[in-house]
């Protein structure tokens, strides 16, 4: 009996025991999200731990449930309400839904509205104004949206590092300028589709930003070779990635630049620029030989087999290379590929409606590039499953070859 008394009394209930602090420990210890939900399982306090803990939260939710897990999830500092493509009947959240964010979500520093078509400049006046931590917004297709909110975001969102606005087609140059005056930490900028935007907004955005790494001025038709050389030289440490797709008016003078500044560039999309010739893609080839992964200049009709050839010796690091629609590219550019005793570690390849290709050259890749992945050869009418099959060319097990547009496209080139 005594023993049994003295067993009863030396136990001791676990929050009793621990503070708040080394609960806290506890849970930071768990990897799993499993384990993580399991710990709010146990008792009320050990659920308002984990709810005051967790960091990321995706969610489809009106002002009185937004109210409720600001309350909860007080230390939130990701928050994604973004709405599928598929649900574009649905607007998402709407300016008084950003009123009770901006209000409740004071540590948040990540927020994706991507495709909430309800919000205004009204609903962003409060994330400007509320939300002086944030570093990352995306509202790209809140088609409503113009300068005034977006650089009221830019006056009160100093730390802003990430910016994606695709299809805004609202945004001028002045919310660049707001940009270059109030957000000098900026490094990732996604303007696809913003028509309004010119080359003075470049040059003006990037006198205050110079630690740009990602530029995305798809479809930006009134930027050219001005906007890219002011980016090229104010950011040209930093530069990694930069689209420019249909940006026709983009000729060799932007290509040069680049070369010349850009030695970190690790992506470059020019597809649909047709002034751009092979006399600077060579010396882009050579100046960023180390490090281009990604090229894409589909529909780039001065380009022939001395720029690829250029390309293909030089830039071993190549992932991914599309070169679909130049017409003037043939054989002989995978022919210097004989000679090299480098293997190749291209992994996706277009070379779709590119009438002089045959089934010799892709022969001469494969010889050089075990390690392709996806390959499009549609509208090759040189390239077909029988022509490869009779010249006993062997693609590897993991390599989807493109015939005839049945196979998912990867997006590495999008």
């Not at 919310?175 to 900028?189: F, G, M, P, T, V």
């Not at 390690?371 to 009779?390: M, N």
Request: charged letters at 25%.
């Amino acid at each position: 009996m005594a023993s049994s008394a003295d067993s009863s009394s030396i136990m001791v209930c676990i929050n009793e025991a621990l503070t708040d602090d080394e609960l806290r420990s506890v849970l930071a210890k768990l990897e799993s999200q499993r384990d993580k939900e399991s710990f709010g399982l146990v008792c009320k306090r050990w659920l308002h731990l984990q709810s005051t803990e967790r960091k990321r939260l995706s969610a489809r939710a009106g002002p009185h449930m937004l109210r409720r897990m600001a309350d909860r999830f007080s230390r939130l500092h990701e928050l994604d309400l973004s709405q599928s493509i598929s649900r574009s009947f649905y607007p998402g959240v709407n300016d008084s839904d950003l009123r009770v964010i901006a209000h409740g979500f004071k540590c948040l520093r990540v927020l994706n509205l991507q495709n909430c078509k309800g919000i205004s400049d009204s609903g962003v006046l409060f994330i400007g104004s509320g939300l002086s931590s944030l570093e990352s917004l995306d509202v790209s297709y809140c088609r409503k949206l113009t300068d005034k909110g977006l650089s009221a975001v830019a006056e009160g969102c100093s730390d802003l590092r990430s910016l994606y606005l695709a299809a805004c087609r609202f945004v001028t140059d002045g919310l660049l300028r707001a940009l270059s005056k109030n957000c000098h930490y900026l490094e990732e900028l996604g303007l696809q589709g913003c028509t309004n935007i010119t080359d003075s907004g470049l040059t003006d955005l990037v006198s205050g930003c110079q630690q740009i790494k990602f530029l995305d001025v798809n479809k930006c038709s009134n930027i050219g070779d001005i906007g890219v050389s002011s980016v090229s030289m104010a950011c040209s440490s930093s530069l990694k990635t930069l689209k420019l797709l249909d940006c026709y008016k983009i000729g060799d003078e932007s290509i040069l630049s680049l070369a010349r500044f850009c030695k970190n560039l690790e992506t470059l999309i020019i597809g649909g620029c047709r002034d751009i010739s092979d006399a600077s893609i060579k010396l882009l080839a050579i100046s960023c030989k180390s490090n281009l992964k990604n090229l894409r200049m589909d529909w780039c009709l001065n380009i022939t087999d001395s720029s690829l050839s250029c390309i293909l010796a030089r830039c071993r690091n190549l992932k991914a290379l599309d070169i679909g629609c130049c017409e003037e590219v043939t054989d002989a550019a995978f022919q210097g590929l004989n000679g090299g005793e480098n293997e190749l570690s291209l992994k996706v390849l277009k070379v779709s409606n590119c009438p002089k290709i045959t089934v010799t050259g892709i022969g001469m890749l494969l010889d050089k590039c075990d390690s392709l992945e996806y390959l499009d050869v549609r509208s090759c009418p040189h390239i077909t499953k029988a022509g490869c099959d009779e010249a006993g060319l062997q693609f590897s097990e993991c390599c989807k070859v493109n015939f005839a547009g049945s196979l998912c496209e990867p997006d590495v080139l999008l």
